[in-house]
T-cell receptor, first 114, second 118 residues
Framework: AQSVSQHNHHVILSEAASLELGCNYSYGGTVNLFWYVQYPGQHLQLLLKYFSGDPLVKGIKGFEAEFIKSKFSFNLRKPSVQWSDTAEYFCAVNRMDSSYKLIFGSGTRLLVRP | GAGVSQTPSNKVTEKGKYVELRCDPISGHTALYWYRQSLGQGPEFLIYFQGTGAADDSGLPNDRFFAVRPEGSVSTLKIQRTERGDSAVYLC????????????????FGPGTRLTVL
C-alpha cells in the first residue's frame, strides 16, 4: 500500500534558524505532492503543491519544497523561521489514478522559540 | 468567501449510540471528501463524492459508517452503534472538480468535528 513517511515527529528551533522537514513516499508511478499546515486552533491549509514542471516549488510565507523523484522525496524548507511558523506540518501525496485521495504522513510538530 | 464548515465542532456520545456529522462545502465545489484523523496521525481518507454520488467509499472502515450528499452540496457522515475506537477528528474537505483534473485540485479543509465515544 502506498505510504508517506515524515521522519521528524517533533522539531524545535530558535527564530531565524533554517528549517528542513523530510517527506518520503512509497509509490513508483506519477504522483502529485502537497504540504499542508495546521496552525494552533486552525484548520488544515495548503502551503504548497507540486504537479509537474520545475521540481522546486515555492509556497506561501517563504516556504519551498523540492521534489526529487529518484529519492521519492518532497522535503519542505524555509531559510529563516519565525515564531509564527509554530504549527503542525503534513506532507501528502495523491496518485494520478486515484487523484482525489490524499495520503497523508503522520505530521511534524514544529515549535519555534522566540 | 466562506470556507468549509462542519457541525458540531465537538460531539460526545456513549458507546452504541448513533451520530451524524454535517459538512457544508464551499459553494460551487462539486467534489467533497471525508477524512478521519486519530491522535498523532495524519488524516485518513474515508469517502469521496463527485456531485451527489459516492465515487469512492473504500476508506469507510466498516458498514457502521455511511455518508450521503443528496443534493450535491451538504454532506452528512453517519455512524451507527458507535465504538470507543471511533473517537477521532472527522474532517471534511471540498474542491472545485475533484479527480477530473488529475489531482490538480486543491482540497480545502473544514475545522473538523471532534467525536468522543465514552
Amino acid at each position: 500500500a502506498q505510504s508517506v513517511s515524515q521522519h521528524n515527529h517533533h522539531v524545535i528551533l530558535s527564530e531565524a534558524a533554517s528549517l528542513e522537514l523530510g517527506c518520503n513516499y512509497s509509490y513508483g508511478g506519477t504522483v502529485n505532492l502537497f504540504w499542508y499546515v495546521q496552525y494552533p486552533g486552525q484548520h488544515l491549509q495548503l502551503l504548497l503543491k507540486y504537479f509537474s514542471g520545475d521540481p522546486l516549488v515555492k509556497g506561501i510565507k517563504g516556504f519551498e519544497a523540492e521534489f526529487i523523484k529518484s529519492k521519492f522525496s518532497f522535503n519542505l524548507r524555509k531559510p529563516s523561521v519565525q515564531w509564527s511558523d509554530t504549527a503542525e506540518y503534513f506532507c501528502a501525496v495523491n496518485r494520478m489514478d486515484s487523484s482525489y485521495k490524499l495520503i497523508f504522513g503522520s505530521g511534524t510538530r514544529l515549535l519555534v522559540r522566540p | 468567501g466562506a470556507g468549509v464548515s462542519q457541525t458540531p465542532s465537538n460531539k460526545v456520545t456513549e458507546k452504541g449510540k448513533y451520530v451524524e456529522l454535517r459538512c457544508d462545502p464551499i459553494s460551487g465545489h462539486t467534489a467533497l471528501y471525508w477524512y478521519r484523523q486519530s491522535l498523532g496521525q495524519g488524516p485518513e481518507f474515508l469517502i469521496y463524492f463527485q456531485g451527489t454520488g459516492a465515487a469512492d467509499d473504500s476508506g469507510l472502515p466498516n458498514d457502521r459508517f455511511f455518508a450521503v450528499r443528496p443534493e450535491g452540496s451538504v454532506s452528512t457522515l453517519k455512524i451507527q452503534r458507535t465504538e470507543r475506537g471511533d473517537s477521532a477528528v472527522y474532517l471534511c474537505a471540498s474542491s472545485l472538480s475533484g479527480g477530473a483534473t488529475g489531482g490538480a485540485d486543491t482540497q480545502y479543509f473544514g475545522p473538523g468535528t471532534r467525536l468522543t465515544v465514552l
